[in-house]
């Protein structure tokens, strides 16, 4: 079926607050997600079956925390998500020539959007990589793809991203529209179904419609 990218990042922010994010979070997940559709990547099902896997899952377990220069997490596995943002924060270490270096990170292709994100913050070109794929993305947000090998993996047991002067040339076409498959449209509506607050009488009453009155 195909969304536009206003519905993929509505979708998208609805799902990850749905899974227990903040509402911050949740918004970042719904841009990120919309940058890779607007790539042509499969951000979706990224998104679907990260929030699947860490289903009641402890936020803070999935948090990085620095030891010995590497970020990791004391689940064992980073969140994309929550390993994004803070990459963003550090966006300025990271264009003064201090690498980050992650762990055992699930679904990697869900950072590509943060990393966009910091190289647009600090005006500079920068480069992510884990065994495998290898991106440059400048400030602008264009994407060069050296190696995508890796691309979709569930997991990357190490990354890193630094500071680049390579040029972009490859650049990847932009989309208005994505494809998202049934299963994963259905995963992602059962995680923003959540938001919902429950039907009760009381809010039958008062919504719209006939409550509990038949006009017919």
Partial sequence: MSWSLNEVEGLARKAARGSGLSW??????GKSVRWL???????????????TQND????????????????????????????????????????????????????????????????????RTMEIKWPGTKATITARGQI????????????????SVRISDAAVNDLQRAHLRAEIPEDTAKVLGAFAHRTYAPDT???????????LTDND
């Fill in 144 to 159: 060069e793809l050296s190696k995508d090998a890796t691309l979709q993996t569930d997991q990357a047991d190490s990354i």
């Fill in 24 to 29: 911050g979070l949740a918004e970042e997940a």
């Fill in 201 to 211: 009488p009381e809010s039958r009453l008062a919504g719209a419609g006939a409550g």
């Fill in 37 to 51: 559709a607007s790539t042509g990547l499969p951000g979706p099902e990224m998104l679907s079956a990260l929030l």
């Fill in 56 to 123: 009641g899952k402890v936020y803070e377990s999935l948090c990085p925390l620095e030891t010995q220069g590497i970020w990791a997490a004391d689940s064992g596995q980073l969140c994309p998500l929550i390993t994004g943002a803070v990459i963003c924060d550090h966006a300025a270490d990271i264009a003064a020539g201090r690498d980050v270096d992650l762990g055992r990170t699930s679904f990697p292709m869900l950072l590509l959007p943060f990393v966009a994100g910091a190289a647009q913050l600090v005006g």
